[in-house]
C-alpha cells in the first residue's frame, strides 16, 4: 500500500474549511424489484430471481412499482422536502457488466423531492440543520464476484461471476446541499446525519436500513477551501462506506490527506476513492472529472410519475414522529441522561425497550434487561439485540415475575437464559427448571435455623453485636435454597432469630 502524507487533525483545521456532501442510497425494502414482478429476496441462487426487464432483454418492458414511489414520497416528506408534481425517470447511460441493460434507470434533472432538510443533534446536544439537495428513485446493478486474485478486486483476477439478483431493486438516493460550517466537527456531522437518516428510513418503515449488509451505504464527498474564501475546492468521493464509524474515519482521513496535498503545493484531484476498515484510510479510485457524460435522456418505455396532492398530503399525515423528537421524549419519559440514551440507541434497543414497556413492564426493568443481561448475552455470541430468541412481551413477563416477588433478579437472569436457550417461555422455564423465590416462611425459618446452628461462632458475634458477620448466613441460607430465597427477607429473619436490631 502506497503511503499516505497526513497532516495533523488540528493542523488541518488551523488553515482549512471542510464542505462537505453526502450522498446516501438506500435499498427499499419492498417485496418486489422497481420496474418487474421480480423477488427481492437475495437468499436464492444466483440469477433466480431475474426476468425479461431486469435483465434488459429486447422488447421488454419496465412498469414502476407503486409502493416504490410511495416510499420516495414518504422520504422525502419526512426529509421537508417539495414533492415534484410531475417527474420522470432518466436512462443514466455507461457500460458495466454488473448492468445488464447498459443503463441504469435513474432520476437526472427531475427528483421525486427536492430541497428539504434534516436536523440531526451531536454529541454535545447542538442541532446541525443539514441541507437536502434531492431524494431521487433509481434501481441497484448485479453484483460482480471477481475470482482468482488475491484481493477479490477486478485487478489480478482471472474471471468474474455476475449475478443479476440484486439489478432492478428499489433504490433511494439522497444527495445532501454542500455542507458548510461544521469546522472540526464536519465527520462528527457527517456521522450524525447518517445515522439519524437511517433512524427515519427505518421509523417509515420503507428499510430495515442495516448498513452492514448494504441496505444503506454513503458516497463521502470532501473538500478544503482557506479560512476566509468563499469557493470551494477541488473535491474527493470516498465511495459506499457502509458503517457509521467509517463515514466519521473517512472524513477525517480526507480533511488530513487534502490539506497534506495542499500544504505542499499540490493539487487535488477530482476522484473517486476507496476506504480501507483496516486502518481508516482511503486510497484512489476512478478520476472524475466534471466533464462524465452518460447522456442522461427520460426514459421513454416508462410514463411521467404525477403522485396526486391528495395522496401527497395524506402520506404527510401518516408520516411518524420523527426519531429525534421521539428519542427526546422518551428521554423524558423514561429518566435517563442524553449519555444513557445514547448507549440505548447505539444498543439498538429503543424500540425493544418500548414494546416491553408496550407489554407491560416498568420501563427501569425494560431497560435494565436489555441493556444488562441481554446486551451482554448478545455482545458475547455476535448478535444484535433484535436477533436474540427472546420478544419484549416475554421480557415484560420476566419483570413481570419479578415486581410479584416470585423471581428475584438473580433467579429472572436464569429463566431469560432458559427462554435464550430455546427452553420455552419464561413460565414454562420456572416450571421445568423449578426456579420460584421460596417465600414460605416455614421453609426459610427453617433453612435459617439451620444455617444458625452450623455456624454457632458466627451467630456468636451477631449476638454480640457484629451485624455485618450476618452476610457469611445469609449465603448459607441463599446455598441451601439455591439461591431461591428473598436475601433481604432471609437476613431479616436471622437478625430477628438472634435478636439483633438490624
Ligand atoms: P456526483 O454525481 O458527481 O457525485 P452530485 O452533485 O450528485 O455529484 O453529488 C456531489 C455531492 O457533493 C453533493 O452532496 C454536493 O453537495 C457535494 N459537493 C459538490 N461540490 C462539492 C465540493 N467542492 N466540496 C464538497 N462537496 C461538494
Ligand atoms: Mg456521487
Ligand atoms: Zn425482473
Redesign the pocket.
Known amino acids: 500500500m502506497t503511503v499516505i502524507d497526513l497532516e495533523s487533525y488540528e493542523g488541518a483545521l488551523a488553515t482549512y474549511d471542510p464542505v462537505m456532501g453526502l450522498?446516501v442510497h438506500v435499498e427499499l425494502g419492498t417485496r418486489t424489484k422497481m420496474f418487474c414482478g421480480c423477488s427481492t429476496e437475495l437468499k436464492q441462487d444466483a440469477n433466480s430471481q431475474t426476468c425479461p426487464v431486469c435483465l434488459g432483454l429486447p422488447g421488454a418492458l419496465p412498469v414502476v412499482n407503486e409502493i416504490g414511489v410511495e416510499s420516495a414520497i414518504k422520504i422525502g416528506l419526512a426529509l421537508n422536502c417539495e414533492i415534484a408534481e410531475w417527474c420522470r425517470f432518466a436512462r443514466k447511460n455507461y457500460f458495466y457488466p454488473d448492468m445488464p441493460k447498459n443503463f441504469q434507470t435513474s432520476q437526472y434533472d427531475e427528483p421525486i423531492a427536492y430541497n428539504g432538510y434534516l436536523d440531526v443533534q451531536l454529541e454535545d446536544g447542538e442541532i446541525f440543520r443539514v441541507q437536502i439537495e434531492r431524494a431521487h428513485m433509481e434501481e441497484d446493478t448485479g453484483k460482480s464476484t471477481h475470482v482468482g486474485g488475491a484481493t477479490g478486486r477486478i485487478h489480478g483476477a482471472s474471471h468474474s461471476l455476475l449475478d443479476y439478483n440484486r439489478a432492478g431493486i428499489p433504490l433511494i438516493e439522497i444527495v445532501t446541499k454542500p455542507i458548510e460550517g461544521a469546522g472540526a466537527r464536519a465527520p462528527e456531522v457527517a456521522k450524525a446525519y447518517v445515522a439519524e437518516l437511517r433512524e427515519l428510513i427505518k421509523a417509515l418503515g420503507v428499510s430495515e436500513a442495516r448498513m452492514e449488509m448494504g441496505q444503506m451505504r454513503c458516497?463521502v464527498?470532501l473538500s478544503l477551501r482557506p479560512h476566509g474564501t468563499e469557493t470551494f475546492g477541488t473535491r474527493s468521493?470516498t465511495k459506499n462506506v457502509n458503517s457509521l464509524r467509517s463515514v466519521e474515519r473517512a472524513a477525517r482521513f480526507e480533511i488530513q490527506r487534502h490539506a497534506a496535498v495542499l500544504n505542499s503545493g499540490g493539487t487535488i484531484v477530482q476522484e473517486t476513492r476507496h476506504f480501507h476498515e483496516e486502518d481508516g484510510s482511503t486510497t484512489a479510485g476512478r478520476i472524475k472529472d466534471n466533464a462524465e457524460d452518460y447522456r442522461y435522456f427520460p426514459e421513454p418505455d416508462l410514463v411521467p410519475v404525477a403522485p396526486s396532492r391528495e395522496w401527497v398530503e395524506e402520506l404527510r399525515k401518516g408520516l411518524p414522529e420523527l426519531p429525534r423528537l421521539r428519542r427526546q421524549r422518551l428521554k423524558e419519559e423514561w429518566g435517563v441522561s442524553e449519555h444513557d440514551m445514547q448507549s440505548i440507541l447505539n444498543a439498538g434497543a429503543v424500540d425493544l425497550i418500548v414494546a416491553t414497556t408496550d407489554a407491560g413492564a416498568p420501563s427501569d426493568q425494560a431497560r435494565k434487561w436489555w441493556m444488562g443481561e441481554l446486551a451482554r448475552n448478545a455482545n458475547e455470541t455476535g448478535r444484535s439485540l433484535d436477533e436474540l430468541p427472546i420478544t419484549p412481551a416475554q421480557v415484560a413477563r420476566v419483570a413481570a415475575l419479578v415486581t410479584s416477588g416470585d423471581l428475584n433478579d438473580k433467579l429472572a437472569r436464569q429463566v431469560i437464559e432458559g427462554v435464550l436457550a430455546g427452553e420455552g417461555d419464561p413460565d414454562t422455564v420456572v416450571e421445568k427448571r423449578g426456579l420460584k423465590v421460596v417465600s414460605d416462611e416455614g421453609a426459610l425459618g427453617a433453612a435459617v435455623d439451620e444455617a444458625i446452628a452450623a455456624n454457632a461462632a458466627v451467630a456468636d458475634k451477631i449476638r454480640g453485636g457484629k451485624v455485618a458477620a450476618a452476610g457469611a448466613l445469609v449465603g448459607a441460607v441463599m446455598k441451601a435454597t439455591r439461591g431461591q430465597a428473598d436475601a433481604a427477607r432471609v437476613r431479616e429473619l436471622i437478625l430477628e432469630k438472634l435478636g439483633v436490631e438490624g
Do not use: I, S, V
Open positions: 450522498e458516497d464527498n468521493e
